[in-house]
């Protein structure tokens, strides 16, 4: 078998000292690539989803994705963390959607390729297999998990690459072609196969195993009645969370107005979020709910990473949110105490799965 040289993040491992370490140890650069991303079985949801990833709510319902594929998983994991997807090679899909931080991270925006600055927070990525209603990002501007991979490639803030630019650059690795045949069938590297391979591994992001879940479960196994946390109490009862942050994820996966954004000088909003996909006036400032798992691994918080903690969010909504003309009607006030509203962070903080997730391979095809 010839020898192949591996890239190494983030940083490539010199020539000479490669080639000495492949010699000395005895195995193959093939084989290294092996043994540091092998393929893997499908993983199982944790304790608190209740659906497996081959559901139709995981294959992006009613829009229909491929079967997931353990060969097509491990492909993406390369792709995912590899900076070579971006135009200028300086930023990878996690350099953004930081692992340890429930796959977003903890800034207001985030640094694209270029050290171009994004106009949004990075939204988590856990349980993005799941969807209620087909649409992804902040405005819900992509109708599949793979639209919205191809978005965030052509995307002159975040990859800013062309897709013909980079199935070229990607076709010149001779791993890369090996395994886009073991996955595919076919040396072949398309944008299709890319999109497929990268969400294909986005939707084993997933988060469960909380202290919320586990006490739930624990009583249920054994046939107890829980008492619910004074938090959430709250949450559930008087604080009213749960009129958009339902269901075993914590989101409707609608879109709401609370006036994040509303400038009342101006009388308009800094983002106009759904409406710059609908131009339906009535949605302009809504934005999509997001999930609340892991929540309090990543502020700041909401669309334009405004508010510095959980508390501050739990401030807005007390108040009512921002007034303006299109304030959705579940954003009311919520007359909560200094004391509730602590005891809801609390709860939001007993959300967190445990890890810090995938940290991704060492080494990378070439």
Partial sequence: MRMRLLFWRPLAIPTALALLWLFVSGCSADDQ???DNPVKPI????????????GPLSLNYPTKADKLDPRRIRLGRWLFHDRRVSVAGDVACSDCHMPQFGYSNRSST???????????????????????????????????????VVAAILNPLEMANAMSHLVENLSRYESYLKYFEETYGSPKITGPRITGALAAYQRTFMS???????????????????????????????????????GPNLTDHRFHNSGVGWNPDTHEFDDEGRYNVTRATDHKGHFKTPTLRDVAKHPPYMHDGSMP????????????GSANPGLSPEIQPLALSMQEMVAVV?????????GPGDQGPAYFPQ
């Fill in 309 to 320: 903690s959980l508390f501050s969010v739990l401030e807005h909504y007390n108040a009512g």
């Fill in 208 to 246: 469960g195993n909380s202290a919320w879940d586990l006490d739930r479960w624990e009583a249920k196994k054994n046939d107890r009645t829980r008492k619910r946390s004074k938090g959430e109490a709250l949450f559930f009862g008087k604080a009213g969370c749960d009129r958009c942050h339902k």
């Fill in 43 to 54: 993983p199982v949801p944790p304790v608190g989803i209740d659906t497996d990833l081959s």
């Fill in 110 to 148: 985030a640094m694209g390729s270029r050290q171009a600055k994004t106009l949004r927070k990075v939204p988590s990525l856990v349980n993005i297999a799941w969807r209620i209603y087909p649409h992804y990002a902040w405005d819900g501007k992509s109708e599949s998990l793979e639209q919205q």
């Fill in 346 to 354: 609390l709860f939001l903080e007993s959300l967190n799965g445990p």
């Fill in 33 to 35: 690539l092996e043994k």
